[in-house]
Each structure stands twice: as structure tokens, then as C-alpha cells.
């Protein structure tokens, strides 16, 4: 039996969380005593003497000034607007399935705020059937294109498939090898008839797509403001126009995250050693015990056979 509770929820930046080491996850330290002497900057950052980021804020995250450029899109570009598009997702999985993406046009500044979740199995675990778990660790699955597992890919790799043996090409978008077609305009068709009437859920994996016992999800709000030169430093801006220009900041929402933890909470043997020991303990019972119970009621019934099967001898005799 197994089930998913929720285990506990760290500080993460602040304190080494109580799970096992995961290569995915960035650890930091802080070693400072609660009364070391911080140094107080603008914006809310707090960090102490030795620069250590002791609280995740707008500034501790990825900031970017983007010079949009307006004037380089072609008369005949089909994009309805002058803008960037900012596309996230893990660095291990295949930008598709779970992608996330905001949208920046010109004089906008963007805070886009990441909140993630941690997924961690126990490895006791492993000893049971995939399909019954259904999750794969990252070495149990093999993938073509990555030697790491993710269902992520595992998903763009079976559309691939799919593709490849109806279409007998795949669209240019997806790795492929030198051999591969890359499908062309002629193919459209095919690949639309893929796409409508083979749904994700009918398509024949090898191997089967399930989740990842140890895993990472996202998820993200934004915030929009105008954009404004004095927010930023004087050499992101200088000598460009500011009405070309947007900005972008991506951090953490919170300085905790939320972890979850795939647990083994019963098997065969525990329930045999939990049982047999309640058992045991108040009624006096073991398995010598129910042996001795057996072989009792067998004696009683044999002896009670045969003493009617005597008695029917008996009175046949007499007559």
C-alpha cells in the first residue's frame, strides 16, 4: 500500500532541509549567529557581512533589460506585436509538455514570481512493481535522447514515435537523428490527423510515462508595472531608447517551498510481524498455536466419524 502525505515544509535559502541529498536541488547555508550584523541594502535585501542572501527578494533573482528593437521587424512578420516571449521550465525536461511562457511588450516590466514543489521517494520504494507505484526513478527508465528520465520527455519522445510510424517523418522541432525526415509541407496533413485523433492518452509508450519519484514542479504569477530607467542601473539604459526598451525579473515568490514525500507505509511482512504480534499479545495466539487449534478440531471430527461409522457396524451385526 502506498500513499503521498505531505512531509514537511523548509526554508529553503535559509536552512539545509532534513531530506536526502538531491543532485537537482542548490543547497545554501547560512552559518551567521542570530546576532551577527547585517548589512541593509535598498529593496529589501538583507544579507550578512559575508554576503550571504539571507532573505529571497525582487533583487535575488534573475533581472534583465531588454532592448526590444522595434524597428528591426520585418513589414511582413506575422507577430502581432513587438515583444519578447519568456518560456520556462526545468533544465532537465524537453520544453513542451509542462512549459510556461509570459509575454513582454515594449515600456513593461515583468515580475515573474516562481513558487516550485518537491516531489522525493523514499527508496524503500524501489522494491515494488512500477505499475503499481507508477513512478520511475531517474536510472530505471531509459529514454533515447537523454540518459536521465523525465516524464516530461518520456511524452515528447513518445509523439515522436507516433509521428515517425505514421507519418514516417518528425516535425523539426523535436531532436532527432541524421537519418530522421524532417517533415515537410506535404505532411501536415498526416500530422494533423496524428495530433487530432490520437489522443495522449491512447498512445503506446515504451516505455510507459509515468511520473518521476524524485521531481520538480513550478508554478508562476506575474506582476506588470511600467517600466521605469530610474529602477534600474545607468549602464543597462544608457544610450538607448527608452521607449524601446522592457524589462524583466524573474525570482522566488517565498522563501519556503512545500515537499512531498512517496512513502511505503505497509508491505506483507509488516502486516504479518504488526498482526501476528496483536494477536499474539492479546489472545495468548501464534502460528503454533493455530497448528495445535487445527490439529485439535481434526481429531475431534476424525474421532466423531469414526465412532458413527463403529456404531452403524455395530447395529448391523446385531440384526
Not at 524524485?214 to 517600466?227: G, H
Amino acid at each position: 500500500m502506498l500513499t503521498l502525505i505531505r512531509f514537511f515544509t523548509w526554508k529553503s535559502g535559509l536552512v539545509r532541509p532534513l531530506l536526502p541529498p538531491d543532485q537537482d536541488l542548490e543547497y545554501y547555508d547560512d552559518h551567521s549567529d542570530e546576532g551577527t550584523k547585517t548589512i541593509r541594502y535598498p529593496n529589501s535585501i538583507t544579507t550578512s557581512e559575508s554576503g550571504r542572501i539571507l532573505f529571497l527578494f525582487r533583487r535575488s533573482g534573475l533581472s534583465v533589460v531588454l532592448n526590444v528593437e522595434p524597428k528591426d521587424y520585418p513589414s511582413w512578420s506575422v507577430v502581432p506585436y513587438y515583444g519578447v516571449k519568456v518560456i520556462l521550465s526545468d533544465p532537465n525536461d524537453y520544453p513542451e509538455t509542462t512549459v510556461l511562457y509570459r509575454y513582454i511588450t515594449l515600456g513593461e516590466s515583468v515580475d515573474i514570481k516562481v513558487e516550485p514543489q518537491v516531489f522525493q521517494s523514499d527508496l524503500s520504494i524501489r522494491a515494488i512493481d512500477p505499475e503499481k507505484r507508477e513512478c520511475w526513478f531517474h536510472d530505471e527508465a531509459s529514454l533515447g535522447h537523454t540518459d536521465r528520465y523525465s516524464y516530461e520527455t518520456c511524452r515528447t519522445e513518445c509523439k515522436m514515435k507516433n509521428y515517425l510510424d505514421k507519418c514516417q517523418c518528425v516535425p523539426y522541432k523535436y531532436p532527432r537523428d541524421k537519418t530522421t525526415r524532417i517533415c515537410e509541407l506535404q505532411d501536415l496533413n498526416c500530422l494533423n490527423n496524428v495530433t487530432v485523433h490520437q489522443s495522449n492518452d491512447k498512445m503506446k509508450c515504451d516505455p510507459v510515462c509515468f511520473m518521476e519519484c524524485w521531481d520538480k514542479k513550478y508554478s508562476v504569477t506575474s506582476d506588470l508595472t511600467p517600466f521605469l530607467p530610474i529602477n534600474y542601473p545607468e549602464e543597462a539604459t544608457a544610450g538607448m531608447n527608452v521607449s524601446d526598451l522592457a524589462a524583466l525579473q524573474v525570482y522566488f515568490g517565498k522563501s519556503t517551498c512545500n515537499c512531498y514525500k512517496l512513502t511505503l507505509l505497509i508491505d506483507f511482512n509488516y502486516f504479518i510481524a504488526t498482526y501476528g504480534g496483536v494477536f499474539s499479545l492479546s489472545f495468548g495466539g501464534s502460528i503454533i498455536t493455530l497448528v495445535e487449534i487445527t490439529y485439535l478440531l481434526l481429531s475431534l471430527i476424525i474421532t466423531s466419524l469414526f465412532r458413527a461409522v463403529m456404531s452403524v457396524i455395530a447395529k448391523n451385526r446385531s440384526k
